[in-house]
């Protein structure tokens, strides 16, 4: 229903900022909601960030709230994660995830990209 590809990730010192990019294709994206979650080694896969269909609620985890900004542009089928004020602890890889239905545990969703890594180097 969804196909999703992740851009944007890299290496970047603590304070720095990026800007993750996730690209979907397919004819259910418009009616989705779409988050994003990470996955640091020998953890588990986390929530970070979530939008609904229309863009008009976000949801975010509350370590990055206030650093962290999640986006979409239906007209162009992206999603954006704007990430200031990167601390050491942001390091993972992060992955792009789409459903009809919000939720915090990413075993509910049911679209995912490859992932991109973020990593924040001291």
């Not at 975010?60 to 990167?86: C, P």
């Not at 992932?115 to 924040?120: A, D, F, K, L, S």
Request: with cysteine.
């Amino acid at each position: 229903q969804v196909d999703l590809v992740e851009s944007g990730g890299g290496v970047v010192r603590p304070g720095g900022s990026l800007r993750l990019s996730c690209a979907a294709s397919g004819r259910t994206f418009s009616a989705s909601a779409m988050g994003w979650f990470r996955e640091a080694p020998g953890q588990d896969r986390e929530f970070v960030a979530a939008i609904n269909w229309s863009g008009s609620n976000t949801y975010y985890e509350d370590s990055v709230k206030g650093r962290f900004t999640i986006s979409r542009d239906n007209a162009k089928n992206m999603v954006y994660l704007q990430m200031n004020s990167l601390k050491p602890e942001d390091t993972a890889v992060y992955f792009c995830a789409a459903d009809h239905q919000y939720s915090t545990s990413w075993t509910t969703w049911t679209a995912w990209g490859q992932g991109t890594q973020v990593t924040v180097s001291s």
